[in-house]
C-alpha cells in the first residue's frame, strides 16, 4: 500500500513541483482525500496526515536550502514515509503544555547539540515512518546558544534507526487500522537537525502555528 501510495505520489500533493512534488490546490487536495476517504477510511488517513502538519510542510516554509534538497524528493516519490511527534500522555497536542524536553550542550568537539528525551504517543505513521519529526521544548540551563537564539519549542528532524530513538509499539485508533504508534527514547541530535538549522531553535511554537492556522 505505501509503495502504491508513493508510486502515485499521494504524499506530495503540497510539496512544490521543482522538488518533484505534484502541489495541488486546497479545493482539489480536499476532493482527493474525499474520495480515498470513502473507499477506505484507513487509506484516507494514511494519505491526508503528510499532506497536513509534519516534516513536509515545515521543510517548505522553514527549511534550509540543503534540508528541502535533501528530504522533500524522497518524500515526494515516498521514499520517505513521514510522521511527526507532536502528541504526548501529558500534554495531547498542546505544544505548550508538558512536551518533552531537549537541553543543549556541547559534544567534545566544542560542537552544540541537543539531549532529548521523548515519549509520544498516538503519532500517525510512526512504526512505517523513515523521516521522523518532533516538536520539543529545548532548554539551555548552561547559556550555550548565541545571543541571537532563544531557547524554546523546537521541530528538529530524525531519520529511521537513530541511535536511541525506539519506534516500537503499536496503537489501533477506533479499530480502523492506519499505523499508527509510539516514538520514545532518550538520544542526542545536532543542531542542524532542527528544521531551519540551529538558527531555529526555540521558533517551533511560531511555525507550529503558521502551518496550524492554514
Request: aromatic share 6%; charged share 20%; proline share 6%.
Amino acid at each position: 500500500i505505501l509503495k502504491e501510495i508513493g508510486d502515485n505520489k499521494l504524499f506530495s500533493l503540497i510539496i512544490d513541483r521543482e522538488y518533484g512534488g505534484r502541489k495541488i490546490s486546497v479545493t482539489q487536495l480536499s476532493d482527493v482525500l474525499t474520495r480515498l476517504s470513502a473507499y477506505n477510511p484507513a487509506l484516507g488517513v494514511m494519505v491526508m496526515v503528510p499532506n497536513s502538519l509534519g516534516p513536509g510542510e515545515l521543510l517548505l516554509k522553514y527549511g534550509t536550502e540543503s534540508q528541502k534538497q535533501k528530504y522533500l524528493p524522497s518524500l515526494a516519490d515516498g521514499k520517505l514515509v513521514p510522521c511527526f511527534g507532536l502528541t504526548g500522555p501529558h500534554n495531547g497536542s498542546d505544544a505548550l503544555g508538558e512536551i518533552d524536553t531537549g537541553m543543549v550542550f556541547k559534544d567534545r568537539d566544542g560542537k552544540l547539540k541537543i539531549q532529548v528525551e521523548i515519549n509520544k504517543r498516538y503519532i500517525t505513521l510512526a512504526p512505517v515512518a523513515n523521516l521522523i519529526g518532533l516538536a520539543i521544548n529545548v532548554t539551555d540551563p548552561d547559556k550555550l546558544l548565541p545571543s541571537n537564539v532563544s531557547p524554546g519549542v523546537t521541530v528538529a528532524l530524525l531519520e529511521k534507526g537513530h541511535p536511541g530513538l525506539l519506534q516500537e509499539t503499536y496503537h489501533n485508533p477506533l479499530n480502523v487500522g492506519f499505523p499508527n504508534g509510539t516514538l520514545k527514547g532518550h538520544f542526542s541530535i545536532s543542531a542542524d537537525q532542527v528544521i531551519g538549522g540551529a538558527d531555529n531553535i526555540g521558533n517551533g511554537w511560531q511555525m507550529l502555528m503558521e502551518c496550524l492556522a492554514a
